[in-house]
């Protein structure tokens, strides 16, 4: 069994590497950027397969979160305190910002400033409630599929648990990244938002992933879960 500060450097370590690998590959696809444009199965594959493997790394740990929408899930299904998810939350915000500001202090201004650090952008001419609803739906399944693969005992999938929420990522930001820069993880959007000084539309990325999160754990819990 791990202790509290060993749990939250694990968080602070996974989703640091989520948003160096993901925002890195957005940084990247703008030096490369091609007239065919953005190359989304790069974007998508680097912060789904991080996670699938940070997962697979630090799961025993902290339980792989990386995501305060993963988090509230466990929050709003009584499996975390309000406390422990208030310091889960710390921990992933801190990895995500250091994460953004060590790519901006290193990459050429060209490759960050051009994609604003990854930072999440609608659209032009986008509704904010649209932009919320894909963020919530996309990050609806992405914590359904958690909770399916990782907190069910009864699951076939257990052992691929990380690969089945990583492809379901990577299907999240393929579906919705052009419409919303498919953030799908509060962390990520303000790590990126601070390192960018970009804070355009940043309450659609809490607003939309944290419902979203909330209502498949809750959800998830009340079918499957829960003994009649």
């Not at 914590?143 to 999938?157: H, K, L, P, Q, R």
Request: charged residues 10%.
């Amino acid at each position: 069994m791990y202790n509290l500060p060993q749990r939250l450097t694990a968080e602070f370590i996974g989703t640091f590497a989520i948003v160096f690998f993901g925002v890195g590959a957005i940084c990247a696809d703008q030096i490369f950027h091609t007239p065919g444009g953005t190359n989304l199965f790069l974007i998508a594959a680097a912060q789904g397969l991080t996670f699938a493997v940070m997962y697979s790394a630090l799961a025993h740990i902290s339980g792989g979160h990386f995501n305060p929408a993963i988090t509230v899930g466990f929050w709003v299904t009584k499996r975390s305190s309000t406390v422990e998810v208030a310091l889960y939350w710390l921990a992933q915000i801190a990895g995500a910002i250091l994460a953004a500001l060590l790519l901006k202090a290193i990459l050429p201004e060209e490759a960050w400033r051009g994609a604003t650090l990854g930072t999440p952008e609608l659209i032009r001419d986008f509704p904010r409630l649209s932009a919320m609803i894909l963020e919530a739906l996309a990050t609806f399944f992405v914590v359904w599929v958690f909770f399916a693969t990782t907190v069910d005992e009864n699951s076939i999938a257990r052992p691929l648990a990380g690969f089945a929420v990583g492809l379901t990522i990577m299907l999240g930001i393929a579906a919705i990244y052009p419409f919303t820069g498919a953030a799908l993880n509060p962390a990520r959007a303000l790590g990126t938002a601070v390192g960018a000084s970009h804070w355009a539309n940043a309450g659609v990325f809490w607003i939309g992933p944290l419902a979203g999160g909330f209502l498949a754990g809750l959800l998830y819990d009340s079918l499957y879960l829960k003994k009649p």
